[in-house]
C-alpha cells in the first residue's frame, strides 16, 4: 500500500514539452494585436525572437503557421485594403 503511495508521487505530467521544441503557443496565430508583444526565449532555431500580434508579424513568418481563422479573416481583409490603395 504505502509502495503505491510513493510511485504517485514521483508521477511526472507527459504533456511538457521537450527542450528546444517551438514555443508552446504562437500567440499571433489567435491574436490580431498584442497590448504587451514580448521576447520570445525558448531558444529553438526556428524562434521568430519578437513575438507580436498578427497584425504585427512578418507574412513569410505567419505563412508558416496554423492561424486561428479568425486571424485568417483580418490578414485577407488587409491584403484586399492594400490592393485597393
Ligand atoms: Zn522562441
Redesign the pocket.
Known sequence: MSSSMSTLTNYVPSVISPPGD??TFFYPSTEWSMSEPFR?????PK???H?NGAAEMPTEILDRYKLSSVVQIKRQRERSNAQLR
Open positions: 517551438e514555443f520570445c526565449c525558448c531558444g529553438s524562434c521568430v525572437g513575438i
